[in-house]
């Protein structure tokens, strides 16, 4: 089994940054890819960042240009850099994890976090 935690959540001003962090626990040594999911009230939810083991990463159109995923493999952390962010950037944010399968689908997806409540306003 897998635990992932996010953290780093807040209430940011327009154009302003966040770094979310996720940490993963229990037995990582199966986990493969990790995501950065979002889902705002009313909405589905979407993908906005993917990493791969090796370090590949994925982003949706977006956020591309503003948020950067990174991962620290010593560490089981993955990280999400928010720049630039704007009132559409509101959402819950969660991070997943999974053993293999299609980054772009959630339910490839093994274990979520909680998620982290990312507001964005003036």
């Known amino acids: 089994q897998v635990q992932v935690v996010e953290s780093g959540g807040g209430l940011v001003q327009p154009g302003g940054s966040l770094r979310l962090s996720c940490a993963a626990s229990?037995?990582?040594?199966?986990?493969?890819?990790m995501g950065w999911y979002r889902q705002a009230p009313g909405k589905q939810r979407e993908l906005v960042a993917s990493?791969?083991?090796?370090?590949?990463?994925n982003y949706a159109d977006f956020v591309k240009g503003r948020f950067v995923i990174s991962r620290d493999n010593a560490k089981n952390t993955v990280y999400l850099q928010m720049n630039s962010l704007k009132p559409e950037d509101t959402a819950v944010y969660y991070c997943?994890?999974?053993?293999?399968?299609?980054?772009?689908?959630?339910?490839?997806?093994?274990?979520w976090g909680q998620g982290t409540q990312v507001t964005v306003s003036s």
């Open positions: 997943a994890a999974m053993k293999s399968g299609n980054v772009y689908y959630s339910q490839d997806y093994d274990y």
């Open positions: 229990g037995s990582i040594f199966s986990i493969r890819d």
């Open positions: 990493i791969t083991s090796g370090g590949g990463t």
